[in-house]
């Protein structure tokens, strides 16, 4: 067992002043200045505490201006819809989401967020957007470009340094700030639980509870650090299942024990750490709330577990509404908004723009206007929503509304990222078995690398320029024999099955070096190789650092961060 490492416990303290009382003189001012006085609408950039401010605004708010201020959409295409410029400019959207089609040009990203930025600051109420991605590192990366692949989560945890985790936020978060996005839908707390799942996999930093809450914390630290809002996700946890809730509503059959003991204890430590949102999930726990429905519209879960029992104070978030774990429970888009607003949610995600007249806006005014409580729960995340803004972009640290677009180019990727994640891959590479086969002699012949990903085939070649290259596919088990040594990148159930043949198929005399891309699971399965590294990620910083552990640059250090795996030696 590895020393527990402790990081410094944040206090976030909020300070929530009342508002004075004003005195007015006896006599009674002109008529035309009490008109004055009486008409001006509250703005966000009043000089006012945070909480009154937020109240007097949400006070002067049309009931189209609540709901629309907790919604928070995206749009397909380079540039802004029609549909999502007007839900700004007409109905003062409150946050808008950068998804990942579209986003090799990261200048036209940055140009999409300050358009936008510009239609909400000229609103009644000049209220600044919140701006989000998944900018997870490792796998998910919605915005691409010029920003860097990043070895992720499940490295991290092989490396289980804090420090790694922190600078990856921060690299990550100032990418994004350089482009205007102000928030990110990360780090993914959920724990690799079920070895099957692919849905999560990689994007955990692995198994462990207390490992997974350290290292989230300071990735959260790390991004705050480069002034965007972290957002741990998907409570209460999504590791326990190997289906996707974008396809289906999984279901996670724990009892309350478990679910306090493992699941939660990643939540706990980052709401003790300042936390500013937390993404619920569209997974249901039938032990736990009784029902059949997602967390994400359990009134139990949100409120008397996240926020009451764990004393959460931030915004909650819907994962995409759009998804089929939430819509298929509800019937129907608009019936999964308004059962989110009713469970205690902030701010309903949706992947796509709903069109003005859409059941999806029109149901729900409806339900403002005939269900006072309805209403009030609108009311209540509105204000929330407004008074993080008011604490985030009054703080003097956060992201500029209107990004520079000129520097982009200075500033993504980020001064000094490519160093530190190249040092990060290197410390999360894993021997997993096999160390007196390594290292390989960089100028040996007789050596074939083959993969999946032509840069996997490329870093090898430039570490071992006398070796041969091949795509990987099932004519390898034709000829692989002829080679001294290969060097395969296991990656897919597919990759699995060619390894298994080959394996088969060589002699004795054949060296077969394997070198887990993505999951190491994949492990348990071969035909016990000569050696095996795990590196996590497809990101070409891992394949330079996995590389260069075979050419013997250095000794690996990281370790499996996955408990239960069986080793096949």
Known sequence: MRPRILLPLILAISVIAAGASVVFPEEQPPADTEQEFTDRLPSFQDDKPHHQLAREITEAMTDEELLAQIFMFGWAGGEPSREVTAWVEERFLGSIKIFGWNTDDTRKVAGAVSFLQKKAENGRFKIPLFVATDQEGGLIRHVKGLTSETPGNLAIGASALPSDAYYSGYYIAMELAALGINMNFAPTIDLYTDHDSTVIGTRSFGENPEAAGILGAAFAEGTKAAGVLATAKHFPGHGDTSL???????????????????????????????????????????????????????????????????????????????????????????????????????????????????????????????????????????????????????????????????????????????????????????????????????????????????????????????????????????????????????????????????????????????????????????????????????????????????????????????????IPR
């Not at 205690?344 to 005014?365: H, Q």
């Not at 060296?511 to 590294?533: C, F, G, N, Y």
């Open 244 to 566: 996707d809730s974008h396809g289906h509503l999984p279901v996670i059959g724990i009892d309350m024990e478990t679910l306090w003991e493992r699941e939660l204890v990643p939540f706990k430590a980052l709401i003790e750490s300042g936390i500013p949102a937390v993404m619920s999930a569209h997974l249901n726990f039938p032990g736990i709330t009784d029902s059949s429905e997602p967390a994400t519209f359990s009134r139990y879960l949100l409120e008397d577990i996240l926020r009451e029992k764990l004393g959460f104070r931030g915004l909650v978030i819907t994962d995409d509404i759009m998804m089929n774990g939430a819509t298929r429970y509800a019937g129907s888009v608009s019936k999964a908004v308004e059962l989110a607003i009713m469970a205690g949610n902030d701010i309903i995600e949706s992947s796509a723009t709903p069109a003005f007249d859409e059941a999806f806006w029109t149901r729900n005014i409806n339900n403002m206007k005939r269900r006072p409580e309805f209403r009030e729960k609108v009311k209540e995340a509105a204000c929330r929503v407004i008074e993080a803004k008011l604490r985030y972009f009054k703080s003097g640290d956060s992201v500029p509304v209107f990004p520079d677009i000129e520097k982009i180019p200075e500033r993504v990727p980020a001064p000094g990222a490519e160093e530190f994640f190249l040092s990060q891959a290197a410390r999360s590479i894993t021997l997993v078995y096999g160390g007196e086969n390594l290292p390989l002699d960089t100028g040996s012949s007789g050596i074939l690398i083959t993969g999946a990903f032509p840069e996997f085939r490329e870093a090898g070649k430039k570490r071992f320029p006398n070796a041969d290259t091949a795509l990987m596919n099932g004519m390898l088990v034709n000829y692989a024999g002829n080679y001294d040594t290969i060097i395969f990148a296991l990656s897919s159930e597919n990759s699995l099955s060619i390894l298994n043949r080959i394996e088969s198929s060589i002699s004795d005399e054949t060296k077969v070096i394997v070198v887990s891309v993505l999951s190491p699971v994949l492990l348990e399965r071969t035909e016990i190789p000569d050696a095996a590294l795990a590196a996590y990620s497809y990101s070409p910083f891992s394949f330079e650092a996995a590389f260069a552990a075979i050419a013997g640059d250095f000794t690996p250090t990281g370790e499996l961060p996955l408990e239960g795996m069986r």
